[in-house]
Structure formats: structure tokens, C-alpha cells
């Protein structure tokens, strides 16, 4: 073993150490050299960085100079734009050394205490000093605010509105402010409810190392995949000291739940009895992913809602969305506990080593109340299995309890997971109760099996299920089939079998499916087309559902695009009709201006202003993002990340366009919007006959470009605009010919 492992480090080093031998016998001249086939001028000359130095946008770009062999920049004008000489000869000495030859796509470096990241994909330099682990960008004035909004309607007095959102404030001096609200109003024949209210808000100001924050925090709020142990208290008041390395958790999904549904609608997910999700359910087997959810280790109330609001079922369920082993850092809270309104201590670390991943958390009240928790997990590779098993151990004033986990397998075996909650409700400030889960699943070729096991305090079940995937000509299907036991009620036919069927060509996706439960048999399915254009998706489809004289039919439409996600539905059934509507958008605001545009979960987002090219509308995509031409709009950021050039795609693939978008965005910060704007370069090609109403061609010259027209009405026009309609001046007479519309190659022209 201590062979192979010196093996492997000479292996690394070697060119390393080849290349610090080779500029010390030299003396510091390294000669790199350009691949066979190019010159450096090819290489390099057409290529230009914008550059960062210790998160500080530099005034002009550093591109390649074949004549000093080396990356350069205009000193006059760096220095003219407040950089100071000392910052001038850094560059110089940090610049000459960095082996830009040799980088083909992007490369990390150290040169002279300073900390180097080259991207030639996204042309950006990134340079900060060694010692310097964080990075304080500027902040200014900005707002960005997520709303939701879903209305629920039917003709037998059914009501029902959810509405939430959260707002980003950006302030001078690395600070911002955040605040979620939520309301809820639901009302049918008989019976109203209603509830409303701010759950969290707060002020934050981070410094180098560390944030401070203080107000009030809801746990229902918690972020997927942020919460690292199942302590996670609620804080009416409260003031917190923590480090850097708590914003910065991969927020990713724990899990996911399968649920099994008797009719089309919606399932709504209750925490301590508040509204806190309402996701769309149909007939059979539904996934939903615990990104969807709150983070923590917390019981929920599910109930299945049809479209007339009426409820058929509803059962607990556990969710456990910890991301044990998240990351490093450390916190220390004090503030008064949420409902009991004790003062409370609450301090937490994370770390990792080489060898393993740890949390531990620390409650502490103003009297006998207290708790402690500690999990420990670690990836581990036996032979070919990929294991991870992780241990938690609880305490407090009532018991003592602990929970344990393990998920281990691989392609060939399969994957098992395991977990096992006991005796949790160790204190009053934490109630939660047992729980046990296991799942196996493996592919056998084509199909996937799989089985799933749960145990609550009042429920059990088991899930089996086989899942195929079939492609032939341009069609894929994916079948699910599968049987569970328990979760809809205490008879003796607590039990149901489902089949889901979804079929795809093109842009066209069929579903059908059908579910049997206590003798009775619920069919369902829907189908739906989407048209993507240069400004997003729209999705048009119909759905039906049936059990037995219960038939409801539906038409709906969902788009999106530039300026968030919108659906709307309308439906019938059983002498009722009813209705929704959901939006879910974001809106940004700096002095800068004003745009809408997709959600934005971190609170940073670019103002992406794009120019006016000719008279007929385009558009691509920022960052995954559609945006349209000759206008504003909000684009979401990652928190915390740097993005030097944003990343653009094109939608339209008859139209070559040349993007540029240099955002300069150092450490998006939470609550700040910045402005981008986009350099957008066309290279069009419009070309075939013009001819008049009756086909006859049309000839002549174009008065716009100053192209000839042949007589058989043939023609070809190359710019870099988009143009709608052109002028044609010819014996015949004078012509307005629409481009934006073709048949064959043909355009028509009509007198002018």
C-alpha cells in the first residue's frame, strides 16, 4: 500500500518537480511552446480576460501579447482608473509568470502569493492574495423579492388562495436584509380558515471571517439540505455569531417521497398546522423531491385535495432532510425560543478531515431544558460499494436517543439504504417521534425494482415497484408499476396497486394511469405539447380522470418564460366546475432599474439589459435563463459565487449570434443586483426568391443593403441585423417584401 501510495504522488509531482528543476537551472525562463498547426498570433491574439484582483474589478482587459510573450495590460489606463503603482507592478510580476501557453481551457496557480484562477472558456482572470481566504465584494442599495401565487376555485363554494414570498434588501458594507411572509385563506360551503403573518426576517452583516445576524427565525423556512442535525430551534428573537463557511452548504436534496394518490389534485403539506407546500398530485405513483421541502427532521400532515377542494385522504409522514457531514463551520445563537419564548442558547460546529465528517449541536434554556447532539458520517469504499454509514447520538433532560443510517451499493448490486430513529424526543425543545426507513433498488437492464419500507408512530408501509424504460424510432415510455401497503387508512383494505404509463415523441408527452384502492378503480391521464421559442417554453395540454361515475376532464396551459412561471387550468366534473391559477416570478430592483424575472432562491440576481437589433424580436438564454431583445431582466445568481462573463446559449439555431456578457459579479452577495450589459453581435443570412402575390418573381435592388435581386426574384442579403422587410426598386416598380415569413424559400412582396 505505501508503494502504490508513493507511486501515485511521484506520478502527481513528477511534472511539477521537473518544472521547478527546469526553471531554477535556467534561471526563471520557462519557454512554453504553441501546438503544431497554430502561430501565437491564431492562438491568442483574439483572446481578452476580464480580471479581478482580490474581488476588485480591474479597469481594462489582459490579453496575450506575442511581442512581450506574456499576458499584458495598459498600464496608463489602469492607472489613470485608481489602480496604484504597487498594484501595477503586482500584476507585472504576478502576470510574466503564469504559463499561459500551456493552459488549454483554465488552470489554477500560485505565483508569488497570489492565488491565480485562468478560465478560457468564460475569458476570466481571477487573481487574490494567497493568505486572503475570504473575499469582501462591494455592496450597494438593491431589492429582489420572490413572490408565489396559486388560486384555487370551483363552483360548489370552493376557495382557496396561498400566496408567499421573501425579500432580499442589499445594503452598503456587506449587509442585507431578509424577510418571508405567507398567506393563506381557504374556504368551502361550511367552513373557513385563514392565517397569515411574517415568519423570518432578519439583518446580516458579514465581515472577513465571520456574519452577525439578528431577528427572528422560523425553522419552517429552512432551506433544503441547510439544517446539518436535527436540532434546529425556532427564535422569536435572537442574535447570532457564526463563520463564513455556514453560507456556503450545498443545498441539495436528502431524499425523496413517494406517495400514492386515488384522484387528480393537489397535496398539501401542513407543519405545526401552517400551509407550508401545496404540490400538484395524480392518480397513482407521485415523486417529490425533498429540495421541494423545508430542511430539518420534522413531521408533516399530508392531504390529498381534488380539484372541487375536497379532501380524500390524509396521513403523517416523517421527513428527514438533514445534509449530515455539510460542510464546515460554526454558529452561536442567543434569543428566545419560538413558542415557549425561553431564552435559549444555541451553538453548532461542522468539520471535515480526511477521514470523516462531523456535526454537533448544543441547546440550552434559561432553566432545566437542554440538549446536545453529535453525527458522525463516513464514505468509505469497500472493494467496488460505495458505503456511507452515519451515527448520531441525542440528549437532554428527558432521555437519551440517537439515530443511525447507511447507504452502501453500486451499479452491479444495487443500492441499499437504512435508517433508524429512536427515542429523539429528548427535550421539550424537541419533540420529534421514531421512525424507521429502509429501501433497496437495482436496475436489471431496462428495469428498475425497487422497495420501501417506513414506520412511523401511527403509520406503516411498504412500497414495491418496477419502473421500465423502452425508446424505439424517436419514442421513449417510461411504465412504473407497483403495490403498497398502508398509508391511506385503518381497514382491512389498506392496501393499492398502481400503474403509470408516460409516453414522449418530440414535444408531444402522454401520460395514462390507474390506481386501485378498497375496491375501487381510479384511472387518470393527460397529454401535452410544448412550443419553445426565443422566449421560454409553453406547455398546452388536456388531462381527464375517472373513477367510477366521478369523470372530470381539464384544459391547461403553463408558460415559461422571461418574466417567471404561469399556469392556468380550467376543468369539470361531476357537475362542478373549477379553476386554478399559479405564478411563481421574481422582481429586481437597483438604481440601475427595474426588471422581472425567474425566482431566485440565493437573493442575487444581474439586471441583464440587451440591445435592440433591427425591428423583429430575438432572444437566448443568460445562465439557463431566457431574456429577449431590447429590454431588462432579472436573471438569478448563485450566493456567494464569482461570475466574470455569464454563461449565454442561443435558442434559434438559423441565427448565429455572438454574445458577450461581462458581468464582473465578485461574491454575489444576497439583496444586490447587478447590472449587465449584453454585447450582441448577429451574422444573418437571409436568402431565396421574392416574388409577388400571384408568384411572379420580383427583381431589382435593395434599397436598405444595396443588394441585387435577379430576375427570377433570386437574392442574398448578409448583415448583422434582423430585419423584417427590405425595399425593392425595379422596373416593375417599387416593393415591400416581408422577411419574417417564408414558404419554401419564398418571400412575398407587395407594391409600395
Known amino acids: 500500500m505505501e508503494w502504490t ?23 526563471a525562463q520557462i519557454e512554453y511552446q504553441v501546438p503544431a498547426g497554430f502561430s501565437e498570433a491564431e492562438q491568442d491574439e483574439s483572446m481578452q480576460f476580464l480580471a479581478t484582483l482580490d474581488g476588485k474589478a480591474l479597469p481594462g482587459a489582459v490579453s496575450w501579447s506575442a511581442k512581450q510573450n506574456r499576458l499584458a495590460f495598459d498600464e496608463e489606463l489602469y492607472r489613470q482608473n485608481g489602480i496604484s503603482a504597487d498594484q501595477v507592478a503586482l500584476l507585472n510580476k504576478v502576470l510574466q509568470q503564469i504559463p499561459y501557453a500551456v493552459c488549454p481551457n483554465g488552470c489554477d496557480y500560485t505565483v508569488s502569493g497570489q492565488t491565480v484562477t485562468l478560465d478560457k472558456v468564460k475569458q476570466s482572470l481571477t487573481i487574490t492574495d494567497g493568505k486572503q ?33 421573501e425579500g432580499f434588501l442589499g445594503l452598503p458594507a456587506q449587509s442585507y436584509g431578509y424577510l418571508s411572509w405567507y398567506h393563506n385563506d381557504s374556504k368551502d360551503s361550511s367552513i373557513r380558515t385563514k392565517d397569515q403573518g411574517v415568519s423570518t426576517w432578519f439583518l446580516q452583516k458579514n465581515f472577513s471571517t465571520t456574519y452577525l445576524r439578528s431577528g ?4 419552517r423556512d429552512s432551506a433544503a439540505g441547510s439544517v446539518s442535525t436535527s436540532l434546529n430551534p425556532s427564535f422569536d428573537q435572537f442574535i447570532t455569531l457564526a463563520s463564513q463557511d455556514n453560507l456556503k452548504r450545498d443545498n441539495q436534496s436528502a431524499g425523496k417521497l413517494v406517495l400514492f394518490a386515488t384522484a387528480d389534485g393537489d397535496y398539501e403539506f401542513y407543519r405545526d398546522g401552517r ?9 397513482g405513483r407521485n415523486e ?10 420534522y413531521s408533516v400532515e399530508i392531504r390529498l385535495v381534488d380539484r372541487a377542494g375536497q379532501l380524500v385522504s390524509s396521513e403523517q409522514q416523517q421527513i428527514a432532510n438533514i445534509n449530515y457531514g455539510g460542510g464546515n463551520g460554526w454558529y452561536l445563537t442567543l434569543g428566545k425560543e419560538l413558542d415557549t419564548q425561553q431564552n435559549l442558547l444555541s451553538a453548532g460546529v461542522s468539520f471535515h478531515t480526511n477521514w470523516f465528517a462531523a456535526s454537533s449541536t448544543l441547546l440550552k434554556g434559561a432553566g432545566k431544558a437542554w440538549a446536545t447532539e453529535h453525527n458522525l458520517t463516513r464514505p468509505i469504499q469497500v472493494a467496488d460499494v460505495e458505503v456511507t454509514p452515519t451515527i448520531g447520538v441525542m440528549a437532554g433532560e428527558k432521555r437519551m436517543g440517537g439515530y443511525g443510517s447507511l447507504s452502501a451499493g453500486n451499479l452491479n448490486l444495487g443500492y ?9 424526543a429528548v427535550s421539550e425543545f424537541y419533540n420529534a417521534s421514531n421512525s424507521r426507513t429502509a429501501s433497496y433498488a437495482r436496475q436489471f437492464g431496462p428495469t428498475r425494482l425497487a422497495y420501501h419500507y417506513s414506520l412511523y408512530t401511527n403509520s406503516e408501509r411498504h412500497q414495491l415497484q418496477s419502473s421500465w424504460n423502452w425508446r424505439n424510432n424517436g419514442v421513449w415510455a417510461v411504465i412504473t408499476a407497483g403495490v403498497q401497503k398502508g398509508g391511506y387508512n385503518n381497514g382491512n383494505n389498506n392496501y393499492g396497486v398502481f400503474l403509470n404509463t ?10 395514462l394511469n390507474a390506481a386501485y384502492n378498497n375496491g375501487k378503480l381510479y384511472t387518470g391521464g393527460s397529454y401535452t405539447r410544448d412550443f419553445e421559442d426565443n422566449f421560454g417554453t409553453t406547455y398546452a395540454g388536456v388531462d381527464f380522470s375517472d373513477a367510477g361515475r366521478a369523470n372530470n376532464v381539464g384544459l391547461n396551459v403553463r408558460r415559461s418564460g422571461t418574466r417567471g412561471d404561469a399556469s392556468v387550468r380550467l376543468g369539470s366534473g361531476e357537475h362542478i366546475t373549477n379553476g386554478g391559477f399559479n405564478y411563481n416570478g421574481m422582481v429586481a430592483a437597483s438604481k440601475e432599474g427595474i426588471a422581472l424575472g425567474r425566482v431566485s432562491p440565493s437573493g442575487a440576481a444581474m439586471l441583464v439589459k440587451t440591445p435592440e437589433l433591427g425591428e423583429i424580436p430575438y432572444g437566448f438564454r443568460v445562465e439557463g435563463h431566457p431574456v429577449a431583445g431590447g429590454g431588462t431582466y ?11 462573463f455569464a454563461r449565454a446559449m442561443t435558442v434559434d439555431p438559423d441565427v448565429d449570434m455572438n454574445i458577450r456578457l461581462p458581468a464582473n459579479v465578485v461574491r454575489a452577495h444576497p439583496g444586490q443586483v447587478y447590472p449587465v450589459k449584453a454585447d450582441v453581435e448577429m451574422n444573418l443570412l437571409y436568402n431565396g426568391f421574392m416574388v409577388d402575390n400571384q408568384g411572379d418573381p420580383v427583381s431589382g435592388t435593395l434599397a436598405e443593403t444595396g443588394d441585387i435581386v435577379y430576375p427570377n426574384g433570386l437574392f442574398s442579403i448578409a448583415t448583422s441585423m434582423l430585419l423584417k422587410e427590405v425595399t425593392v426598386n425595379g422596373k416593375q416598380g417599387r416593393y415591400r417584401c416581408d422577411l419574417s415569413r417564408t414558404k419554401e424559400k419564398k418571400f412575398v412582396c407587395v407594391t409600395d
Do not use: C, K
Open 5 to 27: 501510495l508513493m507511486a501515485n504522488v511521484i506520478h502527481r509531482w513528477a511534472p511539477g518537480l521537473l518544472l521547478l528543476t527546469t526553471s531554477y537551472t535556467y534561471s
Open 133 to 165: 481566504r475570504y473575499i469582501q465584494p462591494q455592496t450597494m442599495m438593491g431589492f429582489i423579492h420572490n413572490q408565489s401565487l396559486d388560486v384555487r376555485t370551483a363552483s360548489n363554494e370552493y376557495r382557496a388562495l396561498s400566496a408567499h414570498g
Open 216 to 219: 427572528r427565525q422560523d425553522s
Open 275 to 283: 400551509l407550508i407546500r401545496r404540490l400538484p398530485a395524480v392518480i
Open 288 to 297: 417529490i423531491d425533498y429540495n421541494q421541502l423545508p430542511g430539518g427532521f
Open 416 to 424: 441499499l439504504t437504512v435508517s433508524q430513529y429512536q427515542n429523539t
Open 502 to 511: 408516460t409516453l414522449m415523441l418530440d414535444r408531444n408527452t402522454g401520460t
Open 634 to 644: 432579472a436573471v438569478p445568481l448563485v450566493s456567494y459565487q464569482d461570475v466574470t
